[in-house]
Nanobody, 122 residues
Framework: QVQLVESGGGLVQPGGSLRLSCVAS????????MAWFRQAPGEERVFAAG????????YYEDSLKGRFTISRDNAKNTVYLQMNSLKPEDTAVYYC???????????????WGQGTQVTVSS
């Protein structure tokens, strides 16, 4: 069992930056590929970014490339999502998830955090 806890969300102005963190409850978290999903109000939860177990490969939803960066520190059991040049349409609840491989669909992931709210507004 892996418990995931996200933090770092909040209110930010358009053009600003935030860094989300996701801490896993176990040292075995390094066995899992990790991803960030997001769910905007009234919409389905969708894939934002993913990273392999060793961090050698990363994946992004096309519209986020160049603005978002996913990374991980296995010594700290932590995955990060650096979000730059934020736009109002990035407003969503952001979820951290763990799976045996990176996939684009939420039903491919075994473990989920509770989510953290990101609001981009002036």
């Amino acid at each position: 069992q892996v418990q995931l806890v996200e933090s770092g969300g909040g209110l930010v102005q358009p053009g600003g930056s935030l860094r989300l963190s996701c801490v896993a409850s176990t040292h075995t978290a390094s066995r899992y590929a990790m991803a960030w999903f997001r769910q905007a109000p009234g919409e389905e939860r969708v894939f934002a970014a993913g990273i392999t177990q060793t961090g050698d490969l990363t994946y992004y939803e096309d519209s986020l490339k160049g603005r978002f960066t996913i990374s991980r520190d296995n010594a700290k059991n932590t995955v990060y999502l650096q979000m730059n040049s934020l736009k109002p349409e990035d407003t969503a609840v952001y979820y951290c998830a763990a799976a045996h491989r990176v996939g684009n669909w939420d039903n491919e992931y075994e473990y989920w955090g509770q989510g953290t709210q990101v609001t981009v507004s002036s």
